[in-house]
């Protein structure tokens, strides 16, 4: 399959990540079955596709915080390497990683680093309500760096747990009036997605500088929030176009918003204009 159009793949992963005991799984499995573990594998994967440009983050997945950490320098590799790609650096406000963090932070002014990106899949809350005064005052580093080099925070939302979408109101509210957030997967989940909808499309009424991406959405996902960008006449500049490979499916990331009944303009912002606002902006 090539995509039809100019595609700013805004959300996917790059680096290696060894088989892990899932669960209680009793052996060790590898279920993306594909990874990208260095440049060249990744630009070959976009040749594949004809994904002209690309934002890579580090592949993670396996419960060990130290891991998605020890890919920061792939990264840079990427961004230093090819004109196709941009990059995201891997960041957290937990307190257990704050030497860990600060190490990533030096690389935040890098030429074609674009995001820092977090996850709360190993633990914490990202609601400020709930963070001790190291992770407030980490958060806080983690924020001025995002606006010091102009860079959009990148943060995963899945439903239930502490990613649940409900646990990142007053984050948004905090924050983001100050930095650009990405919400990836649309909140994640049916009732991710009707939390999240509602809720972003007032965001953006509201001056919040908050972007999502229709990756792992199910079924309804991005009817439901297409639905609502047509009725609130809001939100066409904030949705972005991510393939999560390895952790999903390019083709049918892809078909669920070309297959969309929505007009070419309205296609051709999601799968490349704002992305090239929102990242492509780092690297001319």
């Not at 499309?201 to 609502?228: H, M, P, S």
């Amino acid at each position: 399959m090539k995509v039809l159009r100019n595609v700013f793949d805004a959300h996917s992963h790059i680096g290696p990540m060894a088989p892990w005991k899932y669960y209680d799984l009793q052996e060790e499995v590898n279920p993306t079955v594909i990874e990208y573990p260095d440049v060249d594998s990744y630009l070959a994967h976009m040749d594949k596709y004809g994904i002209k440009k690309a934002l890579v983050c580090p592949n993670y997945g396996i419960p060990k915080h130290e891991q998605p950490f020890s890919l920061n320098p792939l990264v840079i590799e990427a961004v230093r390497k090819s004109d196709r790609l941009l990059g995201g650096i891997w960041v957290s406000n937990l307190p257990r990683n704050k030497e860990l963090t600060l190490e990533a932070l030096k690389y935040a002014g890098e030429p074609g680093i674009a995001c820092l990106k977090m996850t709360y899949l190993l633990g914490g809350n990202p609601d400020p309500e709930k963070y001790d005064a190291e992770q407030e005052e980490l958060t806080e580093l983690i924020v001025s760096t995002c606006e010091k080099y102009d860079l959009t925070l990148q943060t995963h939302s899945s439903s239930g747990g502490s990613s649940d979408i409900s646990n990142y109101y007053k984050f948004i509210e905090k924050y983001g009036k100050r930095i650009r957030i990405h919400i990836i997967h649309l909140g994640g989940g049916v009732s991710g997605h009707i939390k999240m909808v509602p809720k972003f499309i007032n965001w953006v009424k509201e001056g919040y500088q908050v972007y999502t991406d229709g990756c792992w959405a199910i079924g309804f996902g991005v009817r439901f929030l297409l639905d609502e960008i047509a009725k609130a006449g809001v939100g066409e500049d904030r949705i972005l176009w991510g393939s999560d490979e390895p952790w999903s499916d390019l083709p049918s990331e892809y078909w669920k918003w070309e297959g969309a009944d929505i007009s070419e303009e309205f296609k051709n912002k999601i799968f490349w204009e704002n992305a090239e606002r929102v990242y492509g902006f780092k690297k001319k």
